[in-house]
């Protein structure tokens, strides 16, 4: 568990470290997220530990979405004075990322269906 924990916050370090660095326009975790799916597609895959010690990280996902519930409500006075551009800004987001997941998975299942 040390050896995968120790892997996922080096490749969050090392993503941070260059998007502050580098001035990048994106965030330091999602550039270490990509690192550490290249260094992943370099060896193979993850091994049977980090697989397992995934998963049960995966399983405790939700704990993770504690913080931003406790900043909604914190914030709920600013929220009501605009919510009408919340839920526009919600409801567009939302559908347009069904949109291009659902083009992109389209495109990308092409390929297999032969």
């Known amino acids: 568990m040390l050896r995968t924990l120790t892997i996922l916050i080096a490749c969050q370090f090392v993503g941070e470290v260059a998007a502050r660095a580098g001035n990048l326009p994106l965030p330091g975790p999602v550039i270490g997220l990509v690192l550490l799916l290249g260094w992943l597609i370099w ?3 993850p091994d049977a530990e980090m697989r397992e010690n995934c998963s049960g ?3 405790h996902l939700l704990l993770l979405f504690v913080p931003a519930g406790v900043g909604i409500v914190t914030q709920l006075d600013v929220l009501r004075q605009n ?3 919340a839920l526009v800004a ?3 987001s ?3 990322g069904l949109g291009v997941t659902g083009w992109l998975m389209q495109r990308l299942s092409r390929g297999t269906r032969r």
């Open 83 to 85: 919510l009408v551009p």
């Open 90 to 92: 919600i409801v567009v």
């Open 94 to 96: 939302t559908a347009l």
């Open 57 to 59: 990280l995966l399983r």
């Open 43 to 45: 060896r193979g895959g």
